[in-house]
């Protein structure tokens, strides 16, 4: 998974074990991204998108070792786009450590993101702001230093219907700020908010904590009502929630959303509503090589009850169901994914990210790809500094119908790129699209974008 192991020339395990497991028609989709380990799901809905903000863990972690934060997209929640790493620890001149669990926010055209990390002068967790023009970045530090700093953690992040904005953080606490219209100033002191059993559930066997509030709130409003979705009880954590009539509270606890389950002894809840639906991302420890402290990002659909409450959510390999279907006829990014089998993302010369460490037998599933009436060839952007190799097109599994071949050729460096064209016949109504790469032994070639024509 991780590109250095990887460059090292090291046998990844996992990734074999991924390619044994998913073999066959019936794919999973959970968890939504493979490439590298992925915690601390933060969805945001943004024209026509939900915009995902993960924190990273390294590959073979044996503590939340996180040195950056992550971004992908998606118009129909199956197929994800990795727009890289558009911050990091060091955006943050004060910080020393820990890219931790945080939340973006958009306002005025601005898009903010609270995070948690080390402040390098007093040793303590503080909460910082990035800031950026776009959802994908590259984000900034608004203002050079922490916004607040009480040594706790996990900041959300919600503007009310008056236009208010509040900043809720902690662990072992509960705390919140009004932020200021500009989101990076706040009103009024910090606040606590009293963590009884009524308002947060009871804990047995801590004294010093008898509620199951744990950390990571997610605070949000629908239909009047106020929800703060909590990771509950370490260890191993559950997902619980509270409702409250106000901002602040009153709170009462509701129960259960996710019961404790999945291969990590933490867990983290982000909730959108889009198009139409309604969706609950969280972590879990299952894609080889998995657990507490190398998790992965997934989402179920779910319906809310009719008084407002929440179901009680499980976890799934199927994920939730696409919506509508992928276009081929424009230009796709080849790091548009829905399931990949031994392949890494990276930093494209041109722009945006690329496709690569591809090796035989490699392939990536794009899913509910809409041909229409039928495509006539194919076209792609690629680069190679071997001998290249050819991009088998296939329908609906990694060895399904063959409708076209495109042979990559070595093109002097893996990031000289040039573009190739292919003829496809059969490609007709709507199925998934797997791209299996063959050639000889090593490295073969790098794919930044791809794209259809006819239909």
């Known amino acids: 998974m991780a590109s250095a192991l990887r460059r090292a020339g090291l046998v990844i395990v996992a990734l074999l074990c991924t390619a044994t497991v998913i073999t066959g028609p019936a794919r999973a989709d959970n968890p939504i991204v493979q490439t590298i380990y992925t915690a601390d799901p933060a969805p945001l809905v943004h024209n026509g998108r939900v915009y995902l903000y993960t924190g990273h863990d390294e590959d073979g972690s044996t503590y939340f070792t996180m040195k950056e934060w992550r971004v992908w997209s998606s118009a129909d929640m199956v197929n994800w786009t990795d727009h890289g790493s558009p911050m990091s620890v060091s955006t943050f001149a004060w910080a020393s450590a820990d890219a931790?669990?945080?939340?973006?926010?958009?306002?005025?055209?601005?898009?903010?993101?609270y995070v948690p990390v080390k402040d390098r002068a007093s040793g303590q967790m503080a909460i910082g702001v990035g800031v950026s023009t776009s959802p994908t970045g590259p984000f900034?530090?608004?203002?050079?230093?922490?916004?607040?700093?009480?040594?706790?953690?996990?900041?959300?992040?919600f503007i009310d219907d008056n236009g208010q904005a509040y900043l809720y953080w902690g662990n072992p606490n509960l705390w919140y700020v009004r932020l200021n219209a500009d989101m990076i100033s706040y009103s009024g002191s910090p606040t606590q908010i009293p963590l009884t059993t009524a308002g947060f559930g009871t804990r047995t066997g801590n004294a010093s904590r008898p509620t199951l509030y744990e950390e990571g709130p997610w605070i949000f409003k629908r239909n009047g009502l106020y929800y703060n979705v909590f990771a509950a009880r370490c260890c191993s954590e559950f997902i619980a929630y509270s409702t409250a009539p106000g901002p602040t509270g009153p709170w009462t606890y509701r129960g259960t959303v996710m019961p404790t389950q999945g291969g990590s002894f933490t867990n983290h809840a982000g909730i959108v509503d889009f198009n139409g639906g309604s969706y609950f991302f969280y972590h879990n420890g299952a894609l080889p090589g998995g657990g507490g402290y190398t998790r992965s990002v997934a989402v179920e659909k779910f319906t809310y009850n009719a008084d407002g409450t929440i179901p009680t959510i499980t976890m799934t390999t199927a994920g939730a169901p696409q919506v509508g279907t992928l276009n081929p006829y424009v230009r796709q990014e080849a790091e548009t994914i829905a399931w990949e089998s031994g392949v890494e993302t990276e930093r494209a010369s041109e722009g945006g990210m690329n496709v690569g460490w591809i090796e035989n037998g490699d392939y990536i599933k794009v899913k509910g790809v809409a041909f229409g009436s039928g495509a006539t060839s194919f076209t792609a952007r690629v680069a190679s500094a071997s001998s290249g190799g050819r991009i088998e097109l296939r329908l609906d599994g990694a060895n399904g119908?063959?409708?076209?071949?495109?042979?990559?050729p070595g093109t002097g460096g893996w990031q000289t790129w040039t573009t190739v064209t292919c003829p496809v016949s059969g490609a007709t109504g709507t199925h998934d699209l797997y791209f299996r790469y063959a050639g000889g032994s090593g490295y073969l070639f790098n794919v930044n974008w791809w794209q259809f024509n006819g239909g």
């Open 140 to 157: 900034t530090d608004a203002i050079g230093r922490p916004l607040v700093r009480n040594g706790e953690i996990d900041p959300t992040v």
């Open 100 to 113: 931790w669990a945080g939340q973006t926010i958009e306002r005025n055209g601005k898009f903010y993101w």
């Open 401 to 408: 119908q063959l409708v076209g071949t495109c042979t990559v």
